[in-house]
């Protein structure tokens, strides 16, 4: 995979992660979809450090889309262990 196509990918998942596309989802379908989000961001974002950590674009976004995914996929984690309480 060379630097563009990952930096498009890149660029795609961040959008997809904002999360425009969840705001009126139902519950399963919410869960599904920041689920993917994060575990989209993980991959992508983990996948960009290791092999383009020197090519700064493609490094700041491949950080900022795993730290989002860390970040969601902590947040809902905690949701669904407090969804029964």
């Not at 563009?4 to 705001?23: K, T």
């Not at 983990?46 to 795993?66: D, R």
Request: proline letters at 2%; a positive charge.
């Amino acid at each position: 995979m060379n630097k563009n196509w990952l930096m498009s990918l890149l660029v795609i998942v961040f959008i997809y992660q904002l999360g425009f596309f969840a705001v009126h989802l139902p519950s399963f379908l919410h869960y599904l979809y920041w689920g993917s989000a994060s575990i989209l961001g993980l991959v992508i974002g983990f996948y960009s450090l290791k092999n383009f950590y020197k090519k700064l674009p493609v490094a700041v976004l491949g950080k900022l889309t795993f730290l989002i995914g860390g970040f969601t996929s902590s947040l809902l984690l905690l949701e669904l262990a407090t969804l029964n309480m």
